[in-house]
Every structure is written in structure tokens, then in C-alpha cells.
């Protein structure tokens, strides 16, 4: 039992395809340790082993945890949100629908924060997660229930997604890696949109080649996602040993202060690592990239403004009120929605108000592109930038609740980034204190094959353990 | 000065007014999703995930109605932008499934053109809304006891057409929106009919003293589902807005409801009351970049204009201008006349003239094309008119059994015998004629030349109208050896 448990994803392809394991054996396993999650990680757990599994499928019939934010035809999806609780989608989402394909079959639903916004999956309808490394802290959020099955090894790998962060930082306060791809190379078809232009999946794996594998199976274009576009190479297994050549730009506008100081320690090891094997580290200046953030929090909120429109109670969903128009409206919101969900549709209604739109959506539109151009810039002159993904690592459950600013800061590593549309990835970097610390590597749009193989060197380098928090 | 005292008592004051046109295009499937169109199908059975704004789900644009859009603007004679983008048109109602609406806004498809005397503002791509049923005497949500959504007609590809603010009467609204149908209609992108909805018109009125350049507050006077109630509308507002002015009040900014039955106008939401649709670009639509292809592949397509073909037959033909905007802007009409044309080369007017005084109030609205009578059939019993082959009148009593009964004008001419009367029999009716009618024959010879009439009458009532006027006049001239 525990041999198959230590197998990654990737192995354990390998082992059913070369007959050592069976796909149900192990569907079997994972579907019992995740229908006995004490971490509050699944919503919903497959039944049954998928019948006919083919062991020569690209990914084997290794099973697959799912943000519940995938529809899925027929099986519930919330996206964490009350609003959601009873709903079941008429299809399923193009991601899912692709990795089913390729012989990944669904394990079961994760828990996330309430429509993806949060840091630390504490904004779930449907309460909170635990980390495995201390169950008295957050895994990370949005995508925390992945994050969190991945890491105590409910689930061989999971997809979640990342609008702001929430699949590197799950992933780094997880030990995991954690892949946001290029915005465009996934399709976000099925995806319940929280902010679209920002809104992408990817993967949240123990190992980077098991990244690169579910990636694989993910990326093209889609006729359902106007955005999506054709993945340009084919995705490959990583397989680099040096980093020789390799240009890695550190921001001091990201890594200056604010880190804790493990945290700083960890990324400091994980610069002369990158130096042992043969790469080059150097500051480069991305003088608006610290403005990320507060442009963030208002084109985030103003797109979810409008995205949440549609959860009025008429078609589907949640429904209250006394059958008046008005009070269908705003009971089924009042009652649906939580606290941070409406925070943000009052923030991102109010920037995009007559009157107001130029001074704060305008704006931020602005300091995007100046983002946008302090990355092209940087890339210019380096192969990828580099920070820690989280300025702290996992923080106690309930410590920041009641502070959202100090909650949106754990993104401000990760949020330029995604404002930029680039890929990063989140790889685990160490502990400090006995808790992981992630390091995120950043490049140009679909330079996923070289973040890999990077990364993949970095990660034999670093050798980190994960195998605590899976016992 | 202030606006308004200039007035001279009497002379009124200048309505100006501007449309605005929605018009459901006739693609195969719908704006953003590859559902049908519907036409009376039971109740949101044409529907998906995507129309009924279910999470998760992504808008693709319809090439199709992209096509017709651009086809739209060219004809419009528009500047196409070069590119242009969706927004996101915020508000919440039941028949709107996803909390907004896609429509254009700052950069719409087309831009700047010109139909007829009116300027066109701007042209743009959105879809429709859903169709409300509400139970209950109001009619209207409020005090409702119930209401339904039908989302069958929920993205059905709209085409916003705005004019600047050129009409200065309701006829001239009612006579330019006529030659918009036709326009469109001779497009062939939407089925235009103002009863189903298809084409639906806002009016944005205002008044002002003639002479004066500045443009009064606007009223917006919504969905007027046909012509006569367009005019009827427009000339209440225009009659409401002078009243108050008159009365020394202001004339506020509002959407109004024209109720045509009582002919009350009520308003519907005030400037204050106004929306705020937070207008921001689609983020799940990538911009609308239109191809050379996708320009050449559009003006390919287009026909000749209504405008250009009524130009066309005035110029070319000589037909009188209102016979000329008849047979153009009514396309079906145009086409049969053309056909008839080409068939047998008969008179264009005389032809023209028998198309639209004779044929059209046999048919009514029909497409003649649909008609029992086929345009080279129409073409010869107008060139047996011209030969003097058949009276006039007997043609009309031709056409009416070839409308009804379908056949060949000359084998209806034979079958019934209404050939002009001639030879022979003419001159034997002639000679039956002149010998009962010995008082008007002395009148003629002592040189009263009309008395000829009664003669020519009594031949006429004789052959039933088949004979000619001129040809029985030569024929009695010549037997009184005048």
C-alpha cells in the first residue's frame, strides 16, 4: 500500500503500463484515502473506479482531483459558493473533459474559497481546509483542497486554478509544485469564471515531471474559449541537470521587504543552488510590478462583479425571497453569497461605475500594461524571474480572517504574474520552521518547456521531501 | 436670446429627431452559441448551456453574423473599424441570463455613414434578450401574479443601427425606416418584420424653433412595432413637447412608452432613474478584427441597394420617381418587373406602369413571384396592349383571370374572345353601327365633329370594349368618305 502511495503520478503510469499495478488498485486506494479526508480537503468523492480503464492511455488511469470549480456534467459543483450548493452542470468542462481523455479519470471535487478568492481557503462555503504539514494552519487558497489532497496524498495529482495566485501559492504553502500556465494556453472553457482575463488552470503535482505530464494533456486550443490558443511545441518531459547559461532576474521591488525571514533564507539557498549548477543571478528592476497588486484588486473584482451577475436565483441555484423581483434578487445574494464574495462585487461595481471608471478600472488597465512591459523588459535581458511565492509560509487558520489586506498580501508575489498572463511556476524551495517555502520561476508567454526543464533541475538540486506530510 | 421666444406664433417648431433600429439578424444559429434560431418553437427548447448563462460556459462570436454585420455597415456606406471590441453591458432582469448583455460600445463595427438623406451614426453587433411573459392584468412585471422566461429567443444575433439625428417629421421617419426594410431586407441578413420583432425602432425626439442649429432635450420613445405607429408616436411626442413648451415648461430628458390604442404616452424611467450599465470590454472575446477576406467575402455580397435601384430605373428606364422607389424598395417587386423586362422587352414604362397600378392591387403584399402570373406573361399581354392587339380594358380583364387562374394571355385572349375586333367584323359592326345612328351621321357631315362619339360608343358596347377607339374612328370616317 504505501509503495504505490510513494509512487508519483508519473511513475505510477509507468507501472500500469508496464502491468506492475492495476489502474482500479489504485483508483481504489486514493478513492478510499479520500473518502476518509479529515483535512475538509474533498466536497465530493467518486463512487466507483471508472470502468475499462486503458493502461496504455497517455496518463494510465492515474486519478485526478478536481477544483470544484470544473463543471462536471451531473456531479455537484459549487466553486465553494452556498449559492452553488445543490447544483449539478449540464457539461463538463473542457479541461476535465481533455485529462478524462487522456486517461486521467476524476477522484473527486475540491474544496477552494467561495468563487476563487482567497488565500487561504478559509472563504469556503463549506469550511475550511487543513494543511497536512500543521493542521493548525492554511494550505494556501484558492485552490487549497487540491493543494492539500496532493500533498497528505488523498490524490495522486490534482488541476486547480489561478487567477491571483491560487496554484502557487496552494502549492508553495503545500510543499507541491504548482504550474500557472500562459494565459490563452488552456482552455477556461467550464471553468466558473471568477475574473476572465486573468482566470487560467494548470497543475498541482509532487513533482515537477508529473507538472509537465498533466500539462501536456491540458494545453490547445478551444472552440468553446475564444481566448484559448494553440499550444506552440509540444509540451515535454523535463529532463535538464544543469542550468548553465541560464540568466535568473531577482526584482528587489517583489523581494525586498516583507519576506519572512525563513523564507528569505530558503529563497537565498535556492539562488546559490542556482548558481552551483551554472546559472547566472542578478537583480533587475521592475519598478510597477509592486503596484500589482492594488491594480489586481480593482480589474479582478470588477470582472467577478459582472461574472457573479448571473447567480440571481432564476435559472438555476441557489433561490430565496418572497417571489418578488426585487427581493429573488437580493435575498438569494444575501444569502448565497459570504462575506469576502460580496466584498468584491461592492469593490468592483463601485470601479466600474459611471463616473469612476477611468480613475480606478482605467487605471489599473494602465499600470497592466506597464507590467506587462516591465516583464517584456526584464526578459530582454533574462531567462526568467525569480521570487519566492509566498512572502510567509503557511499562517494559522483564522489569523488573518478578519484582516483582508493582510490575506490579499500573501499574493503579492504572485499577482504580477498573472496581470502579465506569463507562466510561473511555484516549486518547493525548502522548509523553514517545518513548513515548506515555494519558489516561483517566471517566464515569457509559452515558455513552459524551459520553466520545466529549469525547474526540474532546481528541484533535483533542492531534493525536497515531501513524504512527511503524506503519513 | 432665450431659446424658444424667437418662435413666431403659429409657424411651430422643427422636430428633430434620430433612430434607433434593432434588427434580429437570420443567421443559422445564435450570436454566441450554436443554437438554432427560433421560430415559434415551444418554449426554451432552443437552448444550452452557453444561451441560459450557465457557469463556466464562454461566448464564441458567430462568423456568420459577423459577416452580416459587416455587410450592414458596407451597405450603410460606413467606415469599417479596423478593429473593434464587445463589452460587457451590465444589468440585472430576468430575461437576461448572464447579468449582462454583450453588446459594443466605445468601438462599434461600423461608423459614419449614409442612407438616403440620413447620416448613420454607428453600427454594432450585440445579442437579444429573452422574451418575458407575465401573467396577470398589468402586463408589465410589477403586479404581476406571475412571470415566465422563454430563452429561446435569449442571443439571438441583434444589428444596432443608430442615425444622427437627421428626420424632421414623422413621414420623413416612416418614409427613410421603409427604405432601411427594404435595404435590408434586399440584404437578405434579417427578416425584418416589425409585428414579430425582428426589426424594432426607438425614436429619440426633440424640438426646437426653426432656424436654430442648437438640438432641444430628447425624449426617447421606445418600440414602436410598426410604421403607422412610429408616425403616430412621433407626432404625439412632437404635439407633447410643444404643448409644454408652449407652456413655458421643460422638456425632460426620458424614455417614453407610445401606447398606441389609447395614444398616450407614458414615461417609462426618468434621466435620474437611468441605468448604470457599468460598461466594461468582454473579457472572454478576443477583438473583432475584420480580414481583407472578411471585407472582400462582405462587399461580394452585396446586391444592388434599393437607393441605387431606384436611381437606376429613373435614370436608365425613365420611370417616374414614386414608380421607381415602388418597384425598388419593394425588391420582390423590382425582380418581377426586371424578369417581365427581359422576357419580352415591352415598354419599361408601360410595363412598369401595369407592374405597380394593376398587378400590385391584385396581389396586395404578395411576392408576385409567388404569384400565379409569370413575369414573361405579364410582358407579352402588355406588348399585345402596344400592338393593339387587345384593348386595354380586355388586358385588365386578361390579368385578372391569369391572377386568379394562372395561363397565357394569348391562349385567355383566344378561349375568351376578347381579341380587338378588327377586319371584317369590325367593319360589319361599323356598317350596323352608322346605319342606327343616321341623326349623329347628318350632325358629322354638317361638321360637328364630336357627334363621331356616339358612333364609336355604339361599337364599343356592340364588341364589349374589344375594339380600338382610333382604329373604329378611321373606319367610320372612311365609310362616310370624310
Known sequence: ?471 | MPEGSTTVPGRGYEPVIGLEIHVQLSTRTKMFCSCALSFGEQPNTRTCPICLGHPGTLPVANAEAVHFGLMIGLALGCEIAPRSIFHRKNYFYPDLPKGYQISQYDIPLARDGRLGDVRIHRVHLEEDAAKLVHAGASGRIHGAAGSVVDFNRGGTPLVEIVTEPDIHSAGEAGEWLRLLRATLKRLGVSDVNMAEGSLRCDANVSIRPPGTATLGTKAELKNMNSFRFLEQGIDAEVARQERLVRAGEEVVQETLHYDPVSGDISSLRSKEEAHDYRYFPEPDLVPLVPSDAMLERARAALPELPAERAERFERDLALAPATARLLAFRGELGDFYEQALAADSPDPRELASWVTTELVPRLGDADPAESKVAPDGLARLVGMVSARDVSRSAAKEVLGVMASEGGDPQAIVAERGLALAGGGELEAVVERAIAANPAAVEQIRGGKQQAIGAIVGAVMRETKGRADGGAVQAMIRERLKL
Request: some cysteine; charged content about 20%.
Open chain 1, 1 to 471: 500500500m504505501s509503495e504505490l502511495l510513494d509512487l508519483s503520478a508519473v511513475q505510477a503510469v509507468a507501472a500500469i503500463g508496464a502491468g506492475d499495478v492495476s489502474a482500479p488498485e489504485l483508483f481504489d486506494l486514493y478513492r478510499a484515502r479520500a473518502a476518509d479526508d479529515e483535512l475538509g480537503a474533498f466536497l465530493w468523492v467518486a463512487e466507483d473506479a471508472p470502468p475499462r480503464a486503458d493502461p496504455q492511455a497517455p496518463l494510465a488511469g492515474v486519478p485526478l482531483a478536481v477544483k470544484d470549480l470544473f463543471c462536471v456534467e451531473d456531479v455537484p459543483t459549487t466553486s465553494g459558493s452556498r449559492i452553488l450548493e445543490d447544483y449539478r452542470p449540464p457539461y463538463t468542462a473542457t479541461a476535465v473533459e481533455r485529462l478524462s481523455t487522456a486517461g486521467a479519470p476524476m477522484l473527486g471535487k475540491t474544496n477552494m474559497d467561495e468563487f476563487a478568492m482567497g488565500s487561504s481557503n478559509e472563504n469556503s462555503a463549506f469550511g475550511p481546509v487543513r494543511n497536512p504539514w500543521a493542521l493548525d494552519r492554511v494550505p494556501g487558497g484558492s485552490s487549497g483542497g487540491s493543494a492539500a489532497a496532493v500533498a497528505a496524498g488523498l490524490a495522486p495529482w490534482a488541476i486547480g486554478t489561478d487567477t491571483g495566485g491560487s496554484i502557487r501559492q496552494p502549492a508553495a504553502l503545500c510543499g507541491l509544485v504548482g504550474l500557472k500556465p500562459t494565459y490563452g494556453a488552456v482552455s477556461r472553457y467550464g471553468m466558473i469564471a471568477f475574473a476572465s482575463s486573468l482566470d487560467q488552470c494548470g497543475p498541482l503535482t509532487r513533482d515537477v515531471t508529473d507538472a509537465a505530464l498533466l500539462f501536456r494533456h491540458m494545453v490547445g486550443q478551444d472552440p468553446c474559449d475564444s481566448t484559448s490558443l494553440e499550444y506552440p511545441e509540444p509540451v515535454a518531459s523535463p529532463s535538464a541537470e544543469r542550468l548553465d547559461g541560464l540568466r535568473f532576474g531577482v526584482p528587489p521591488e517583489l523581494t525586498g521587504e516583507g519576506l519572512e525571514a525563513g523564507v528569505r533564507a530558503v529563497f537565498e539557498q535556492t539562488l546559490a543552488r542556482i548558481e552551483e549548477l551554472g546559472g547566472a543571478v542578478d537583480e533587475v528592476s521592475m519598478p510597477n510590478t509592486a503596484s500589482g497588486l492594488s491594480a489586481y484588486y480593482v480589474l479582478a473584482p470588477a470582472e467577478a462583479s459582472a461574472n457573479l451577475a448571473r447567480f440571481d436565483g432564476v435559472r438555476y441555484g441557489l433561490r430565496a425571497g418572497n417571489g418578488d423581483l426585487l427581493s429573488l434578487y437580493e435575498e438569494t445574494r444575501a444569502v448565497g453569497f459570504g462575506d469576502e464574495v460580496k466584498r468584491r462585487i461592492m469593490l468592483g461595481t463601485y470601479a466600474l461605475s459611471s463616473g469612476y471608471y477611468d480613475a480606478y478600472y482605467g487605471r489599473a488597465q494602465r499600470v497592466r500594461t506597464r507590467i506587462v512591459e516591465d516583464f517584456r523588459a526584464a526578459f530582454d535581458a533574462f531567462d526568467f524571474v525569480i521570487t519566492p511565492t509566498s512572502p510567509t509560509v503557511a499562517f494559522k487558520l483564522g489569523e488573518r480572517t478578519a484582516d483582508p489586506l493582510a490575506m490579499y498580501l500573501s499574493d503579492f508575489l504572485a499577482v504580477p504574474m498573472s496581470l502579465a498572463g506569463i507562466p510561473a511556476i511555484s516549486i518547493p524551495g525548502g522548509l523553514a520552521d517545518g513548513l515548506p517555502v515555494g519558489i516561483q520561476v517566471a517566464g515569457p508567454a509559452f515558455s513552459e518547456n524551459r520553466l520545466l526543464d529549469a525547474s526540474f533541475a532546481l528541484e533535483r538540486a533542492i531534493a525536497f521531501d515531501g513524504t512527511a506530510a503524506r503519513a
